[in-house]
């Protein structure tokens, strides 16, 4: 099972990191993620792409790397 960590700038409150988690966790493939302000480190077989695309998919004021 693979690691993939990403960082994120903007992220200011619990909903944000509840709605982020959400959308990560519904992916194929996604085995587990914790989701913080700062970034997620997510368990699994997916691609970083298709975590950036996930998170950029819910159209929040935040940076994805």
Known sequence: MAQQSLSFRGVE???Q???ITTVL????GVESAEVGR???DV???VSREALIKAVQ???L???VQ
């Open 25 to 28: 966790m519904m992916l194929d």
């Open 61 to 63: 004021p935040i940076e």
């Open 17 to 19: 990191v509840n709605r």
């Open 38 to 40: 700062h970034g997620a």
């Open 43 to 45: 368990q699994g077989r």
């Open 13 to 15: 409150n619990a909903d």
């Open 57 to 59: 998919s819910l159209k």
